[in-house]
């Protein structure tokens, strides 16, 4: 119902852009009397003269997304954006199901398009593409103040067809790489059995089925005896914060997982209602670690339930909500922060394993996974 009315109140907003109803009968509607009516004045008068007086033929349609991509940039926040509809529909495609691309995962740092991850079994992770790379340009199209939205929009494509990456890395000169776009699936948990009873869980993002996956992992895992875990959630970029409450709420003690802090000052929380850990638990994290990747992290080491080992975390310590409008389009807007359960704030920060272990696959073994499993081994004893 919620998204029903948020999508009439976006179907009228269009409406009275395109009909020309009374600015004042717009302006007590829409009950926004924070708003100066000069300034919404303003606006009209400005689209009014380009659609008039602009030597080209104007679609009114650019220049409302025009209007409404401005108004999100003005925002200064690289995780708020506005998504037309090739956007918003691969956004849903990422959480539900599959898209066409190349499976690496980005943010924005230091105003640069940088690489969380790129995704286990994806042509990104094939080229060697890494966590830490700045993509410089994209079909010889630089990035530079391109909204990452946009970034991934062109990135993403037909099943099939190619994409040309600059990658720029710390240390050495500047590379194009060309990828061919393929199915990238969005199961995003897997398990094994080690020896000794260690149970491992890698988790590569948290999507909607991603909660009920990592439930059936672990029963498979209790089935065939564990005694121990360890999780993985090295380049996992995070995703639903529904999800990641979820797998917490198995792996933390009863008490807060997470508090969100939203701008009128009201507190969201959120708690395990777990009555007892049941195993020794340890979790890999490392640069490629955010977002709801870091909400489990943190309460998982604020609360004394298992032990982080590998390097520090991304640090993105916000939340966004995605709203649907009219004709397919949608609004990603942060409205809130997290903290752990200590009240953390890790935004900008990351956080700090308990046992920091640079990786080194020299000799094709994952020392970082060798150390998790040894520190696991002396909380198992």
Known sequence: MNNKKKIILGAFGIAILASGLTLGGAYYFLGMNQYKLADTMRFFHAMRFIETQFVNEVDDTKLIDGAISGMMQSLNDPHSVYMDQTMYKDLVSHTEGSFGGIGVVMGVKDNIITVISAVEGTPGEAAGIQTGDQIIKINDEETKDMPIDQVANK????????????IRRQGVEDKEYELTRSNIETKSVGHEMMDNGIGYIRIASFGERTGQEFKTAY????????????????????????????????????????????????????????????????????GGSASAAEIVAGAIQDTQAGTLVGTKSYGKGS???????????????TIAKYYTPSGRSIDGIGIDPDVPVELDLNGGVDNQLAKALTVLQEKMQ
């Open 155 to 166: 990135i993403r494509g037909d099943v099939g067809t190619k994409v040309v990456l600059t």
């Open 319 to 333: 939340v966004q909500v995605v709203m649907p409008m009219y004709g397919g389009t949608a609004l990603k807007l």
């Open 219 to 286: 029963a498979d895992l209790e089935a065939k005896g564990m005694k121990g875990m360890v999780l993985d959630l090295r380049n996992n970029p995070g995703g639903l914060l529904t999800a990641s409450v979820d797998i917490a709420n198995m792996l933390v003690p009863k008490g807060k997982i997470v508090s969100i802090d939203k701008r009128d000052g009201s507190e969201e929380v959120h708690e395990s209602t777990l009555e007892q850990v049941k195993y020794p638990l340890v979790v890999l994290i490392n």
